[in-house]
């Protein structure tokens, strides 16, 4: 029943609330164009958000500089951390309100535009942050928001969700609304020319279980099913080449493309098992969230295999152009090995070494209450299957097998 429901709700979302796209510049120097965007929009006093890092390593003086330049007013907030919390985003919202600030300007990772779209909506309501959260609770029109992703995985720059979790309980909460969607953003190679390649690898690897959620869903159309495809023969053509090659701009632009086009098909379709599971265990254990998905996928693609063979078949054909014909069992398989050969080749652990069996109750708990609220899953997980999958993620066993 309740895929029925969330599929449903879905749908309804994706007819009554169309997502729309922002507008994009991708490349060099596209941060810049961005900013101009806004000055020109008339935004003059805006709330830039950024990772510390950022802001320490002087990698934003020169956006800073050309902001001020233009008459800008510039209040900058770097108190960003991994898997923000209600209290991050209360400093920022401050911030905004104290400088009279009329646009968010965000340059980060995902954690960062996160925090972002519930500050510019925050901003503008009289909302508690916890009156926010949930299904199209935003009440009023955002703070002009622009959103340039500094990872390329999180699909955070297109999507209508934000998640942030609560400070007193650490559970994450979900912020869902077309509003959250940016009107530009820039996928500048400048910035994610330096991204590490580990975080490379996390970030792409969560790029990856986007498009194949969405296009495994039961919430899936036409238009999603176009960009998860696009999205996942981008990233398995130059993930591998972004995490070897930092420097390889086409490389990184690509990545980031199929990034985004991952965002703007889940955010329609939906996510599934992998989301939900990988969640609890970011808030048990820190554990950053592209890590944690790319351990918990291939499980989860095991466990879908009944009855997602002929869409894993589907992308086979299209990775491998395989004009054979092989049974949609065998190409599903197929798949399957190509996603653990991608990992492996992006050096994706087998295993989670923080996980500990005496939290897979809780894990599994909150896991299955996650997706039964908010995922059209193809397949319907019971406590069980989700310790098996945990069990695997555990010990490094990958072939893990379901009843």
Known sequence: MFNTITTLALRAMSTFYTPQKPIVFSGAGST?????????????????????????NGMLDELIAFMESEGCSVTIFDGIIPNPTFAVVEAGLNASRQNNCDAVFVVGGGSAIDAA??????????????QLTGFLKVDKPLLPFYAVPT????????????????????????FIDPKYIP???????????????????AT????????????????????????AAMAIKLLFEFLPVAFEKGDDLHAREMVALG??????????????????????????????????????????????????????ASLERM?????????????????????DALAEAVNIPF??????????GSIAKDALSEARSSYAVPRVMNRNDIYRILDSACSGERDVSFA
């Open 351 to 360: 295993r989670l070494s923080d996980l500990q069996p005496s939290d897979f």
């Open 32 to 56: 810049r164009k961005l900013a101009d965007l806004m000055i020109r929009g008339g935004q003059k006093r805006p709330l830039l958000v950024a990772d510390s890092f950022l802001i320490k």
């Open 319 to 339: 990775m491998s152009e395989d004009q054979s014909k092989a049974s949609d069992a065998v190409l599903a398989d197929k798949f399957i090995a190509r996603v």
């Open 204 to 227: 792409g690897m969560d790029a990856l279980t986007h498009a194949i959620e969405a296009y495994t869903s039961r919430g899936r159309l036409a238009d999603t099913d176009r960009d």
């Open 259 to 312: 990034s985004f086009l991952a965002g703007c098909s889940f955010t329609k379709a939906g996510l599934g098992y992998v989301h939900a599971i990988s969640h609890q265990i970011s808030a048990h254990y820190d554990t950053p969230h592209g890590l944690a998905n790319a351990v918990i996928l291939p499980r989860v693609l095991r466990f879908n295999k009944p009855v997602c063979a002929s869409r894993f």
């Open 183 to 201: 009107i530009a953003t820039a996928l500048d190679t400048d910035l994610l020319k330096s991204l590490p390649a580990p975080m490379t690898a």
């Open 117 to 130: 779209k519930v500050m510019a909506s925050a901003s503008t309501s009289k909302k508690s942050l916890a």
């Open 151 to 174: 990872t390329s995985g999180t699909g955070s720059e297109v999507t209508t969700v934000a998640v942030v979790s609560d400070t007193e309980t650490g559970k994450k909460k979900f």
